[in-house]
């Protein structure tokens, strides 16, 4: 099936000006243009992806494709970079946007609440408001799906999956008492040794390095993969992991509560980014909620190898909704 994905679906990708920040798009199916299209086939929602950080798209490009065929391909998946995790290549023309009507200056835009809004700016100069929205946020996209609800519960979303979701006590968890001191602590370290070894770095010698990658990992590519190396990109997604362990502790029961009934969670069983007992937690402060234990021993990063497990429960789920669409 994995091979029929990729020989059948096309995935479009744009470079937008999104907030004045360039931001990388990847768009699965035919629709392309939401807003200029009124034809009788425009799709009525819109399947819209977050992803962890560092928000590499492109590694979402097999479930994307995965999850828009087991939905019969009737609705469009979208995934949004985050804001300065990805640069156009040189030859690649960057699109402008709609003037936004709500439009004014994301302050700290690569920080954990520009990237916030830059998702709703991305919303409203892109998808027409009448039009239905199924949210699926991964890792700390899943904190930022929850305080976009928050921050605009008019958003007409359906249902909003919150896969190994990083919602609370980041800095308390395994990776994350490993990862704080590193990245509050040290990171104009870390931004300057990657500066060191990746600026002078040839062309060339980066895609080896990536090739050399794919192949140890068993992984193909459909897009470049220069970002990886590029000192900008790095000291962005250093940056908002650092704002993660500081900002990221207090589970937020408030805007749980107020939309449980369109909120789907996906934990772990072995998760070292939120462990069981988070999942044990919330279970028993929500027992009515829609909230899961994997019991297929899917990893937090299910990007790189569990796509089509991952789709399949997705789109198991999404079933009763999309049949009223």
């Known amino acids: ?28 199916g035919p629709w392309t243009d939401l807003f200029n299209d009124q034809s009788v086939n425009r799709p009525k929602l819109l399947i819209f ?14 479930f994307l494709k995965a999850l828009y065929s087991l939905t019969n391909r009737r609705f469009p998946v979208w995934i949004i970079s985050h804001a300065g995790h990805a640069l156009a290549p040189k030859d690649k023309k960057i699109l402008t946007t709609l ?14 609440c520009g990237q916030i ?16 929205l199924v949210l699926i946020g991964h890792s ?10 928050k921050r605009t519960p008019e958003l007409p979303v359906i249902r909003s999956f919150l896969l190994f979701p990083t919602i609370e006590r ?34 060339k010698i980066k895609s080896l390095f990536i090739r050399m990658g794919l192949q140890a990992m068993n992984l193909e590519c459909e897009f470049s993969l220069m970002n990886v190396f590029e000192p900008f990109c790095q000291a962005n997604a250093v ?23 369109k909120l789907t969670f996906y934990y772990g069983s072995k998760d070292n980014w939120c462990p069981k007992e988070y999942y044990e937690d919330i279970k ?42």
């Open 1 to 28: 099936m994995d091979s029929e994905i990729k020989e059948e679906i096309p995935v479009h990708e744009e470079f937008i000006l999104c907030g004045g920040v360039e931001t990388q798009v990847l768009k699965c």
């Open 49 to 62: 992806i977050i992803p962890g950080n560092p928000g590499i798209s492109v590694f979402y490009v097999p």
């Open 99 to 112: 003037a936004d009507p709500n439009a004014q200056e994301i302050k700290d835009i690569y920080g954990l």
């Open 117 to 132: 809004e830059h998702k709703l700016a991305f919303l409203r100069t892109h998808v027409p408001k009448e039009m239905k």
């Open 140 to 149: 700390i996209g899943c904190y930022i799906s929850l305080q976009m609800l």
């Open 170 to 203: 980041m800095s308390e968890s395994p990776n994350g008492r490993i990862a704080t001191p590193l990245l509050c602590w040290f990171r104009y370290a870390v931004y300057a040794i990657s500066y060191l070894l990746f600026k002078p770095c040839p062309e």
């Open 239 to 261: 940056y908002l992991g650092g704002q993660e362990m500081m900002e990221v502790v207090k589970r937020d029961d408030e805007t749980i509560k107020e939309h449980l009934s």
């Open 284 to 325: 028993k402060d929500f027992p009515e909620g829609d909230i899961r234990l994997c019991e297929k021993n899917i990893p937090h990063g299910f990007i790189l190898h569990f796509h089509q497990e991952m789709a399949e429960i997705v789109a198991d789920r999404l079933k009763d909704d999309l049949s009223k669409i």
